[in-house]
């Protein structure tokens, strides 16, 4: 097993993780991986959002989080699209030195949450095995999720935002099956890819008010106003 690739994590991204998951013996990091379809779009602008949101949040690239992303049909190597550059420069998020990858077993096996676009998107990551189900939402669901949990109840953010994330998951697992989503599309962030900027800054808006409440759940700091 490798280290991320140089660029794809924050904090510690040259570090190589322990083979576990949240749901196992802790370790020191906590691995966010946003997936969608082509990794040029929709998990980019997800990834990098997470990062901006998370630094603006403590001042700092977040130590022992690491975010990454990857697509179900990933196109390995390529940059990301133009417009999702453009939404996350809007955003004053950085998308330099993106490069889409294909979703791998090793992706999987080491997120502690995996966070897909799409119900279609977290069927693939579930079906490809690795005890994935507890630890994989959509990223509307997760949201739902999260907005349901008293913030008291996680740890506080001096034990460590890797402690907090993880006590975040196993929460948002056990509300699963009790909150359901009142329409299948409501779990759903759509492809814009090929589509003009004006759909490309709806589905980044949507992601953004998406990412919020994670990023304050996570790190127990709610944004500027």
């Known amino acids: 097993m490798t280290a991320p690739e140089a660029g ?10 322990e083979e576990t998951t949240t749901f196992g013996f802790p370790h020191d990091t906590f691995r966010i991986l946003h997936v969608s379809t082509g990794n ?12 901006h949101f998370v630094t603006e949040r403590l001042g700092v690239l977040g130590g022992g989080l690491i975010v990454e992303s990857a697509g179900t049909w990933g196109h390995e190597g390529a940059p990301m699209e133009a417009n999702a550059e453009t939404v996350l420069a809007e955003f004053g998020a950085d998308a330099s030195g993106f490069v889409g990858r294909e979703l791998l077993d090793e992706h999987v096996i080491r997120a502690d949450l995996v966070l897909t676009a799409t119900r279609d998107h977290r069927a693939q990551v579930i079906s490809m095995g690795h005890s994935a189900g507890l630890r994989t939402f959509t990223l509307k669901e997760f949201t739902r999720l999260v907005r349901a949990i008293d913030p008291a109840t996680l740890p506080p953010l001096e034990d460590g935002v890797v402690m907090r994330a993880r006590a975040l998951v196993r929460a948002a697992a056990a509300l699963r099956g009790w ?21 490309f800054r709806s589905i980044g808006d949507e992601i953004r008010d998406a990412l919020d409440p994670v990023v304050t759940a996570l790190t127990g700091v709610a944004a500027r106003a």
């Not at 794809?8 to 190589?16: F, H, P, S, T, V």
């Not at 997800?46 to 990062?51: G, I, K, Q, V």
């Not at 909150?179 to 759909?199: K, N, Q, R, S």
Request: glycine content about 10%; charged content about 25%.
């Open 8 to 17: 794809r994590g924050i904090g510690i991204g040259d570090r190589l993780a």
């Open 40 to 51: 040029v779009c929709r998990s980019p602008i997800t990834e990098r959002l997470t990062r």
């Open 179 to 199: 909150l359901l989503a009142p329409t299948a599309e409501a779990d759903e962030v759509y492809d814009p890819y090929g589509a003009p900027i004006t759909f």
